[in-house]
């Protein structure tokens, strides 16, 4: 859903607690992942959903907690995995009052077969498109 700039968010605030860089520890099911660029992968899914805002509004992601679960599992254990990224976020108004928060999770549209860093990096950012789209249908486009 496309929502006029002039009521998308304008600014993307991270909290502090959003790590640039760090490992995802592994699980039964997927070996632990290296993360780096995480702020900024963020920040440019930010400028791709909202390109031009011009409301003053700004978006404030406080959790943006990227892991990879199983998405299908074979013979040889798991086949294929998705990207989930569980949030919190608040949507501020141009003189930085609450206009209204949302949690939830986000997953990656497609589940990734690739193990390569590649693969594990392009089904990343296909949840953070599903997060920005998330924000935009269920919570932006309705304040």
Known sequence: MLIAAARSPS???????????YTIPSTASVNAVPVTGWRGTLESGFHSAFPGASSGRTLQLLQAELSFGAAAVGMGGTAAVRASIRFKARLLDASGKELGAVAGTADAHDANTSASEGGMTAN???A?????EM???EFISKI
Do not use: P
């Not at 600014?11 to 860089?21: F, K, N």
């Open 135 to 137: 924000l935009t249908n």
């Open 11 to 21: 600014a993307l605030q991270l909290d502090a607690s959003i790590l640039d860089a």
């Open 128 to 132: 953070v498109e599903a997060l920005y």
């Open 124 to 126: 990343a950012s296909e």
